[in-house]
């Protein structure tokens, strides 16, 4: 073979793996795509993913429900559901920031899932000390339950 033909073989093959690279990141990049409310939108910020909406606005309603509950419990329960339900914003946000690290970001959604269970479980004591209703803490669980089923879609984009 004539070094031409060498040359020529070796950039189709640099081309080639260029071209695979662009489509691996075209998948990757933008795990968190599925869960924006448009299927083919760019997301350019956390704030655009649904999960995020949803769990901004679980966190907005625990604040405004805690509000009504005993001052006894306000370095207990209330200062314990406020702050795990802000941080599944707050690890999202940080997933969010590190989506292009793979380990980072299936680490911050980790993160996310657990806040997300902690608040659920504080949602379930809110209820048995009859802070809130069933019907409230229903609708709490449920929220709670399908932040929980949106992260594990990430985690499932993401590969795991």
Not at 14 to 20: A, L, T
Not at 46 to 51: Q, S, T
Not at 104 to 120: G, M, P, Q, R
Request: net charge positive; proline share 2%; with cysteine.
């Amino acid at each position: 073979m004539l070094r031409s033909e060498v040359r020529s073989q070796k950039s189709e093959i640099r081309n080639q793996k260029s071209e695979i690279r662009n489509q691996k990141s075209e998948v990757r990049s933008p795990r968190c795509q599925a869960m924006a409310n448009e299927p083919n939108k760019r997301v350019k910020s956390a704030k655009d993913l649904d999960v995020y909406k949803l769990a901004y606005e679980l966190a907005m309603t625990i604040f405004r429900i805690s509000q009504g509950f005993p001052p006894e419990e306000r370095f207990a329960l209330i200062t314990q559901i406020r702050r795990s339900s802000r941080s599944v914003c707050l690890n999202l946000r940080e997933a969010w920031a590190k989506r292009r690290y793979e380990a980072h970001f299936v680490n911050k959604l980790t993160d996310c899932d657990a806040e997300n269970s902690e608040t659920d479980s504080s949602v379930d004591f809110a209820r048995d000390c009859q802070y809130i209703s069933a019907d409230e803490h229903q609708v709490l669980t449920g929220k709670c339950a399908e932040i929980g089923r949106m992260l594990g879609q990430m985690y499932w984009h993401a590969g795991y």
